[in-house]
């Protein structure tokens, strides 16, 4: 860590105790390309690494290091009861909120006025490849390096871990590596496959969204005649209000919703609406998963997954021929380069495809996995639409005290759609208590 810091009060939050830490840490963790700065001589490249812990007039509790989904997404903006597993969790913990680098408040990339923020002082925006590189140092395994500065900030000698979807495989890199500091590691929806290719992931992404299109289609027929309606519209391009041509790639990403629990239903509404109407495009525009406000979410979404090796727009490669020509079958986390290709993605197109052609390192490894004895539990979703169940199920059999608990009665936001019992049952399970 380059720099000490300790944490101040921050944000008055009714019920809750708040702190904010930032603190300044190397961009370069060892794990990403080398930087392209200009000059010579200089400091190595540093950002800002922002979390908020919130508690309860118990100050003595332990901490509880909760890591976001993603990737490029900031932790919640939390309340005394939203997100729902909260409340439950503030009764055995203090909070640790980490903004994931390049995001929230840690130093977040993005494109405004006209040019690419977030980026080290020296860097070329305008090099498409120089970013690209620089964007190589914000996955899982940079991420744990600086959830590491926090905890020594902290003063914690262990603490407990809680990783939803890719949050979880930014857990399971922390076992990897750590294991000494976690006191129980919790996973809700983010197992990751352990040395596969992102192609074999999403193969059966592909397959589960079939699935869930399906019966989508047959429990609301007339949303099957509207996505084909959709998609006959958008083969000779449908304008959105934020500069986005809608090509049949945007139109089968609406499969997100399907995802998550309620997602069906909203979906049907989201499809009701007459296509040339203002309130229509814009709907369409804000359903979209990929968009401009978190941009890395969709330039380095597929490099999550990567356990070694280049991703190459895996997902479009492993889409099948029935998805490619039947409107009706949708996509949930599935990116292609159509995506880049208008909107305000566009700006990202070049860095994208550098960062589809990175050769990325392992992240995880089997042996190691297998002597982390920590006590861990991990809420596997039956029908999950974006982290296969088999895969989950492959990695949980690595870690010795691990307690996969398999379940269909949640998608894979169980853990925000649970009002708290997705926690309470994966914290019985690592206590023995169940």
Known sequence: ?????????????????????????????????????????????????????????????????????????????????????????????????????????????????????????????????????YLTHLRADSI??????????????????????????????????????????????????????????YAATWQQMTAKSRAFTARYPQAAAKLQEL?????????????????????????????????AERLAYLLEGDIDTAAFRYDFAAALPFAGRNPLYAVVHESCWADGGVTDWAAEAAMPEAVRTDPTLMAGEHMTPAV???GPLAVWKNIAERVAAHEWPRLWDAEKLRSAEVPAAAAVYFEDAYVPQQYSLET???????????????EHNGLSASSGAVLDQLLKLTRDEI
């Open 1 to 133: 860590m380059t720099d000490t810091a300790t944490a101040v009060p921050g944000l008055r939050l009714p019920g809750l105790t708040v702190e904010e830490l930032t603190l300044t840490v190397p961009v370069d963790r060892g794990y990403g390309q080398p930087l392209s700065t200009s000059g010579t001589g200089e400091e190595p490249a540093t950002l800002e690494v922002f979390a908020r812990i919130l508690g309860t007039k118990d100050s003595a509790k332990p901490y509880l290091l909760y890591l976001q989904g993603g990737p490029g997404h900031e932790a919640f903006r939390a309340t005394q009861s939203s997100p729902g597993w909260i409340e439950r969790a503030l009764k055995d913990f203090r909070i640790v909120m980490l903004d994931q680098r390049g995001t929230g408040r840690s130093t977040p990339i993005g494109w405004v006025d006209g040019h690419i923020t977030g980026l080290p002082a020296g860097l070329d925006a305008t090099d498409p490849e120089a970013v690209a590189g």
């Open 144 to 201: 744990i390096a600086d959830a590491e500065d926090v905890r020594q900030a902290l003063g914690a000698e262990q603490w407990s871990v809680l990783g939803q979807s890719f949050g979880g495989f930014c857990t399971l890199r922390y076992l990897n590596e750590h294991p000494e500091v976690i006191r129980e590691a919790l996973f809700t929806g983010g197992l990751p496959a352990v040395g596969r290719h992102p192609r074999e992931v």
């Open 231 to 263: 998609s006959a519209r958008a083969a000779s391009g449908l304008e959105l209000p934020d500069g986005t041509i809608a090509t049949g790639d945007h139109v089968r990403l609406l499969g997100h919703f399907l995802g998550a629990s309620g997602g």
């Open 340 to 342: 880049f290709t208008t």
């Open 396 to 410: 949980a059999s690595l870690l010795p005290q691990m307690r996969p608990w398999v379940t269909n009665e949640y």
